[in-house]
């Protein structure tokens, strides 16, 4: 173990600009897409060329709105294009496994949005698609690409927090109930879980990595998908992870990761750019904030694009800050929870 430090080791985040460049497609042009590519266009060098939806006059709107160049009315069709290096999906939970493995069968790289699937099972499909293609694929758990968590992840591995024994994180947001509304829908694979836990659930495998067993309690609502959960993971030697998530009124959405030398208190939202504290045993402290440059909130999704270029530059399949290997297992713990809830993968 290494003793308090007096200054943080440096970021090693891959740069917004300067690196290498992918010429990107989207299949769904929502909400999260056009968060995903406004932020693209303006804080990096990679571009969006193509759009691709069910309906040509929301992909037409979508592309005039963001300025980008080629519009197809079909998913298959934007796969099709051989100028078109990288596939960003975009489109509701329930469609990720089908178009991921569309898009890999068209020699095309895949960043899917979280989660990547509905299931661990679907996920291992995606995963040995690439694999069988010789293929990058990546869930878009963009959090983890934020320079802050590559700060956080050298403190872990240098020692700096001693023997971690407890991590917790909450991401909640109160949502109006509807039954048609994705979050509420079963067929669209709706439910706080993978929506909105996944995120602390994955913060814990990121610090302590898959657990030995999970514990799952909550609450589903009427169209029979989560509405709450609190789960506990546990380990080997006793240590512990804690994360709750729920969509009927909105939290402090931290995260906390104890350890026998020292603690880390990431600020809310503990997602997004921003900022954390160590603090020693002693109560020492020691602050680290997100340059200005990193963005507000989801702005930061803009960190996991230039990072998916490089490495696909550099030859790799897979995000070493975020590997295939660990959304799958986040979602095996998604599954077990879900389970043990009611409201199991299909």
């Not at 460049?21 to 999260?32: C, D, E, R, Y």
């Not at 996944?198 to 029979?224: E, K, N, Q, R």
């Amino acid at each position: 173990m290494n003793s308090f430090p007096t200054v943080f080791p440096a970021s090693t985040a891959i740069p917004l600009r300067g690196g290498a460049t992918l010429k990107w497609g989207v299949l769904g042009p929502g909400t999260i897409a056009n968060t995903f590519v406004t932020t693209l266009h303006a804080n990096s060098d990679q571009r969006m060329l193509g759009v691709g939806s069910r309906s040509l006059e929301r992909a037409s709107a979508f592309a005039a709105k963001h300025g980008i160049p080629n519009v197809y009315g079909s998913y298959e069709a934007l796969v099709a294009d051989p100028d078109i290096d990288v596939v960003y999906i975009a489109a509701p939970h329930s469609e990720h496994r089908d178009l991921a493995l569309l898009a890999l069968a068209a020699g095309k790289h895949v960043l899917v949005e979280k989660p990547i699937a509905l299931s661990a099972a679907e996920a291992r499909e995606i995963a040995a698609a690439a694999t069988a293609a010789g293929l990058f694929a990546a869930e878009a758990m963009w959090t983890r690409f934020l320079p802050k968590s590559t700060v956080i992840r050298q403190l872990l591995d240098d020692g700096v927090l001693g023997d971690v024994r407890l991590t917790s994180a909450e991401l909640s947001f109160k949502f109006g109930f509807d039954p048609e509304h994705r979050l509420y829908n079963r067929e669209l694979g709706g439910g706080a879980l993978l929506d909105l836990g996944v995120y602390p659930l994955s913060f814990i495998h990121f610090v302590m990595g898959a657990p030995d067993a999970v514990h799952a309690s909550g609450s589903l609502c009427s169209t029979g998908v989560d509405e709450q959960a609190a789960i506990t993971l546990e380990y080997a030697g006793g240590a512990q992870g804690f994360a709750a998530t729920t969509v009927l009124a909105s939290g402090s959405n931290g995260a906390v990761i104890t350890g026998t030398s020292a603690r880390i208190e990431v600020q809310p939202n503990f997602i997004a750019p921003g900022g954390f504290t160590l603090i020693s045993a002693d109560d020492e402290r020691l602050d680290w904030h997100d340059e200005p440059s990193s963005g507000n909130f989801t702005e930061g999704l803009v960190w996991q694009a230039a990072a998916v270029a490089q490495h696909i530059a550099d030859g790799r399949t897979e995000a070493p800050e975020h590997p295939m290997s660990t959304a799958i297992a986040v979602l095996e713990t998604i599954d077990d929870a879900r389970t043990q809830l009611g409201y199991p993968p299909r």
